[in-house]
């Protein structure tokens, strides 16, 4: 029983324009959501997070929004780069006392010259 | 370089052999994790430290088994090994400041069991 998912396993974008990668979550006490990229044979990198407790957090290219009522974030970016090619995860927590981090399966980036 | 090692990069076990993954921190961190990643699974959490000398089950444990040895060091052991168990696994921790920061992780072991 997924709680994060991921429901776009890739996504193509040209150079310059928005990405937006899309998740959603199913438990309601997740109190922290996070973002994180990911290159071949690399770990994952911490990219941006957001409270339950805000709608939006900002980054320089990168903007995560946060939808409670319909349980849905997205991460933007703009504008996507070559160096944006890679896989993201969404990840999910209970926050304060719950550092544990559910992922969902991940979208792969394709920024297209 | 400050961060989380894993040792080794890269391994290929017989089916039934043993061996323990290593994972090492040095930000003071006081939790630590253990995840593997499979195509098209993500990644799940297979055991999980809150602090030294604790240690919980996560979401896939069956086959596995940790020791929190001290603060800095977070290892993973599969005592026979099985196919089901090729994977890639990571190591990760994480201090105070989950929100800002999120997890830390290390590179890597991949794991063939043939």
């Known amino acids: 029983d997924q709680q994060v998912k991921q429901n776009s396993p890739s996504l193509s974008v040209q150079e310059g324009r928005i990405s937006i990668l899309n998740c959603d979550y199913t438990?309601?006490?997740?109190?922290?959501f996070l973002w994180y990229k990911k290159y071949p044979a690399e770990g994952p990198t911490f990219l941006i997070s957001?409270?339950?407790?805000?709608d939006k957090n900002e980054d320089g290219r990168f903007t995560v929004f946060l939808n409670k009522s319909a349980k849905h974030l997205s991460l933007h970016i703009v504008p996507s780069q070559p160096g944006d090619s890679a896989v993201y995860f969404c990840?999910?927590?209970?926050?304060?006392?719950?550092?544990?981090?559910?992922f969902g399966k991940g979208t792969r980036l394709h920024i297209l010259p | 370089n400050a961060g989380v090692t894993q040792t080794p990069k890269f391994q290929v076990l017989k089916t039934g052999q043993s061996m323990t993954l290593q994972c090492a921190q040095d930000?003071?961190?006081?939790?630590m994790y253990w995840y593997r990643q499979d195509p098209g699974m993500g990644l799940r959490l297979i055991y999980y430290?809150?602090?030294?000398?604790?240690?919980d089950k996560g979401e896939v444990p069956n086959g596995y088994n940790v020791s929190r040895l001290n603060k800095r060091e977070f290892s993973l052991r599969l005592e026979s090994a099985a196919p089901s168990q090729t994977s890639v696994y990571f190591c990760?921790?994480?201090?105070?400041?989950?929100?800002?920061?999120?997890?830390?992780f290390g590179s890597g072991t991949r794991l063939t069991v043939v």
């Open positions: 957001i409270s339950s407790i805000k």
């Open positions: 930000m003071n961190h006081n939790s």
């Open positions: 438990n309601s006490m997740f109190d922290y």
């Open positions: 990840a999910a927590s209970g926050g304060v006392g719950d550092d544990k981090i559910i």
């Open positions: 990760a921790s994480s201090g105070q400041g989950l929100l800002a920061y999120g997890y830390t």
């Open positions: 430290s809150a602090s030294e000398g604790t240690t």
